[in-house]
Nanobody
């Protein structure tokens, strides 16, 4: 089992940057692909980025590609989301999640979720 705790959210102006962190507990962190999802008010949860168990492969939603970077440190049992050139439409609660297997872009593939961290981008 994995427990996940996100941090690093906040209020930032458009064009700014934030770095989200997700700390994991449990001894099998490297057994999970990790993903970031977000959910804005009144909208469905959507895929943002994912990274493979070893960290050598990453995937991004079209809307964030080139602006966001996902990374992980298995020794520290953490995953990160560097968000640059933020836009007001990036405003949402951001969740990290751990997946045993399946499509990394589908929220149903993820077995464990954090509680979320709010990101607000002002125009």
């Amino acid at each position: 089992q994995v427990q996940l705790v996100e941090s690093g959210g906040g209020l930032v102006q458009a064009g700014g940057s934030l770095r989200l962190s997700c700390a994991a507990s449990g001894r099998t962190f490297s057994s999970y692909a990790m993903g970031w999802f977000r959910q804005a008010p009144g909208k469905e949860r959507e895929f943002v980025a994912a990274i493979s168990k070893s960290g050598d492969v990453s995937h991004y939603a079209v809307s964030v590609k080139g602006r966001f970077t996902v990374s992980r440190d298995n020794a520290k049992m953490a995953v990160y989301l560097q968000m640059n050139v933020l836009r007001p439409e990036d405003t949402a609660v951001y969740y990290c999640a751990a997946s045993v297997g399946g499509s990394v872009v589908a929220w149903a593939s993820y077995n464990y979720w954090g509680q979320g961290t709010q990101v607000t981008v002002s125009s």
